[in-house]
């Protein structure tokens, strides 16, 4: 033990030489940013407070935030509309609605629900209530053609009223009606070139009049004119499973990062969970991973299938899951725990 | 991923049923009139090389690589921090050359310039270097084992970008936070930038290139951004938001960042340094191209001590450099997880990618 002691004294005074060495390398300067630039985002697990005499969700497939910020979540359980506010407290439902199988659902600029139906091949516009205003399509009736869908996804509705349905896993076009659900023209077939597509699975219309489509499985965004020009596509960034415009105009897309949707005789399953804001010129301007959760897990946090997303007036994003059977809002996290 | 498979299954089987029970009702469902997948693809795939690169039994494979360049004739080279510091590979994985043993203390990135010489960082000495392709000592600039802050010291540099005139512009580095240039001949011109989050201010500036516009672009790591300036120091633009780039590479008018998608550098309290493994090619204007995701792969609980065994093949842990060949494939240098990665393009699907299926789609 004596012998060692001068070992240990040497390597005490040595250690205390190098900690001098590497602060004086290291701790010149923190090694994070004094104010951040990348904006983070925390799920916050006390949203939604679900009542008990509410059914829990199904698949989430639809989400969009209506003028109030009031969150309406469109799922594929039993109570198929749930209304849920900023704070997670619940605001309404509609039970079991005529919809078979949902998907988006949109909220149009006088403040009325529209419901996609893929089972029925049909698209609805409803009351806030609940009152069913007007279909578009005939019920169980697919075909493709000036008054049918087949599989109809999404819908974009315009200030003066038109709808742009995206047509859908069965067909490969958008549709145009005008207010009175009088069909005007569509455009569209299937194939990887502008102004085609795979799977056109979501659609939404910027304050310009501009259309964009989400052809998921073509693992692009398109952009339109009303009058169906193609204007431009944004590709090889990510797969888009659904959009929302917001009120700066950008595009929140949400999915996974490219991949081929068959590979080797298979389909993979998705690679992993993004969500992107794209500029209304394209441009990439925040990127945002989530963890993908494993199977038959739902941690919170974790996302096991994005299918649908919105944002607020405060910034705070929601995020619809239809693999997780749930949605989530992501709060934006504040600076405090960047600091030292 | 095997059991998700089988539950997507499990769901396609249902949806083949129900559809089959709809069309006894007499309500046909279309869907299969079209694939639900891209016959001629927009998207192009990476498929990792597995024979790539072909290390002789006496070079060692150990060490992080944290340095990365391809050359004019398409030759791989990889700067590691182990005991066979500098490695050449051709494009095909045949070995061509190592040197460098004993030389270095923290190899850091690595870069060809004009004439064919090799650029090292190396922020264990605070020096950068110059050699022949043979592994010759041209020049070094900074002294070695002195670190500070003067026309003729670094603090731990980690990149340099050499102009076609032979100018020298350095990143400085995890000490400093500056670029510093020089001409051919090692004379210190200038420097800029401070520590700090403002235009022209770095967090850690990690990596440096210069493109054919004769524009700089600085990975400012830590802080999520990348900034360009003009050779004068001129603060031009940032890309923030988008990667932590870690590596950078150019070649025309794209720009590839190796790093994670963003995230804070300090989160309550901890260091989490990487969320997943991003590959993005930018435009030299700043839009992005494309996005490439590896998977990120598991080493174990300290990542100073990797248990590299444990990676699956195309898996990476901290990819740190990029370099792209003439035909187009991807090499990455991947520190944590202790090797370099041959990624190549795929554009055209298989006949038996192109076959109608009868699953149906995901909803």
Redesign the interface.
Same mark, same amino acid.
């Given at each position: 033990m004596l012998s060692l002691k001068p070992y240990l004294l040497q390597s005490i005074a040595a250690s205390f030489v190098l900690q001098f060495i590497s602060d004086?390398?290291?701790a010149?300067?923190?090694?994070?940013?004094?104010?951040?630039?990348?904006?983070?985002y925390d799920v916050d697990t006390t949203w939604p407070q679900r009542p008990e005499n509410v059914k829990p969700l199904g698949a989430v497939?639809g989400i969009s935030v209506d003028q109030d910020n009031n969150v309406w979540v469109f799922n594929r359980g039993e109570d198929q509309v749930q209304v849920y506010n900023v704070d997670g407290g619940f605001v309404r439902k509609w039970e079991k609605t005529i919809v078979a199988?949902p998907?988006h659902l949109r909220i149009d600029p006088v403040g009325n629900i529209w419901l996609t139906d893929?089972g029925l091949h049909v698209v609805h516009q409803f009351s806030p209530d609940g009152k069913l205003l007007k279909t578009l399509g005939v019920s169980?009736?697919?075909?493709?053609d000036d008054m049918h869908f087949?599989?109809p996804t999404d819908v974009a509705v315009s200030p003066e009223g038109d709808a742009f349905i995206s047509d859908g896993?069965?067909?490969?076009r958008i549709v145009h009606y005008d207010k009175d659900g009088k069909f005007v023209k569509t455009w569209g077939t299937?194939?990887?070139q502008p102004g085609q597509f795979?799977?056109p699975h979501s659609i939404v219309m910027d304050a310009q009049g501009r259309l964009y489509v989400a052809d998921r499985?073509?693992?692009?965004i398109q952009i339109f004119s009303q009058e169906g020009k193609f204007i431009d596509q944004w590709?090889?960034?990510?797969m888009p499973w659904g959009l929302t415009v917001t009120d700066s105009g950008d595009v929140w897309a949400c999915g996974s990062?490219?991949?081929?949707?068959?590979?080797?005789?298979?389909?993979p399953?998705v690679?992993?969970q993004?969500l992107v804001r794209f500029g209304s010129d394209?441009?990439?301007?925040?990127?945002?991973?989530v963890p993908l959760g494993k199977?038959?897990q739902t941690r919170p946090g974790d996302f096991n299938?994005i299918h649908c997303i919105a944002q607020d007036d405060y910034g705070n994003l929601y995020v619809g899951d239809?693999f997780g059977n749930r949605a989530q809002k992501l709060t934006i996290?504040k600076d405090v725990?960047?600091s030292? | 991923?095997r059991?998700?498979?089988l539950?997507?299954r499990l769901y396609f089987t249902i949806a083949f049923f129900v559809s089959t029970l709809l069309s006894t009702w007499g309500?046909?469902?279309?869907?299969a009139?079209?694939?639900?997948?891209?016959?001629?693809?927009?998207?192009?795939?990476y498929d990792v090389d597995p024979d790539w690169p072909q290390r002789p039994e006496d070079v060692s494979g150990v060490g992080w690589v944290s340095g990365l360049a391809v050359d004019d004739q398409d030759q791989v080279w990889l700067f590691r921090k182990g005991p066979d510091p500098v490695q050449v590979y051709k494009a095909d994985g045949a070995f061509v050359r190592t040197w460098g043993k004993g030389k270095f203390k923290d190899p850091h990135h690595l870069r060809i310039d004009h004439e064919g010489n090799v650029w090292v960082a190396d922020f264990g000495l605070h020096i950068v270097q110059k050699f022949t392709p043979e592994g010759e000592l041209l020049q070094t600039l900074g002294v070695q084992n002195e670190?500070g802050e003067d026309e003729t010291h670094f603090?731990?540099p980690t990149d340099m970008a050499i102009a076609p005139n032979g100018d020298i512009f350095v990143t400085d580095g995890?000490?400093? *936070?500056r670029i510093v240039h020089f001409d051919k001949h090692g004379n210190f011109i200038k420097a800029w930038g401070s520590? !700090?989050?403002e235009a022209g201010e770095f967090?850690?500036p990690h990596a440096i290139v210069l493109g054919e516009n004769g524009k700089l672009y600085v990975a400012d790591r830590?802080?999520?951004?990348i900034q360009i300036f003009d050779q004068n120091g001129k603060f031009i633009d940032q890309w923030?938001?988008?990667?932590?780039p870690w590596g950078l590479s150019i070649k025309g008018d794209n720009l590839w960042v190796c790093g994670s998608?963003?995230?804070?550098?300090? *989160?309550?309290?901890n260091?989490p340094e990487y969320?997943?493994q991003?590959l993005i090619r930018f435009g030299t204007d !700043?839009?992005?191209?494309?996005?490439?995701?590896l998977p990120l792969g598991d080493i174990g609980p300290d990542k100073n001590h990797p248990n590299v065994s444990l990676l699956k093949q195309g898996e990476t842990v901290g990819v740190h450099c990029i370099g792209e060949d003439s035909k187009g494939n991807l090499f990455v240098g991947d520190i944590y997880g202790e090797h370099a990665l041959k990624l190549v393009p795929v554009s055209t699907?298989?006949s038996?990618?192109l076959?109608q299926?009868t699953?149906k789609?995901?909803?």
């Open positions: 004086l390398a290291y010149q300067y923190p090694e994070f940013p004094p104010t951040p630039l990348v904006v983070e497939s199988e998907h893929i169980g009736q697919p075909g493709e087949n599989a896993y069965g067909n490969r299937f194939g990887t795979v799977v499985s073509g693992g692009r590709d090889q960034v990510m990062t490219p991949y081929w949707w068959k590979r080797n005789g298979e389909f399953t690679k992993d993004v394209g441009r990439v301007r925040q990127i945002w991973a199977e038959g299938g239809v996290a725990s960047d030292p | 991923m059991k998700i498979n539950i997507r309500i046909s469902v279309a869907s009139d079209y694939p639900g997948f891209e016959t001629e693809p927009t998207i192009v795939e670190p603090n731990m995890y000490g400093n *936070r520590f !700090g989050s967090v850690l830590n802080s999520g951004r923030s938001q988008i990667i932590m998608s963003p995230h804070w550098w300090l *989160r309550d309290g260091y969320k997943d991003l !700043g839009e992005v191209r494309q996005l490439w995701t699907p298989s038996e990618d076959q299926s699953v789609e995901p909803l």
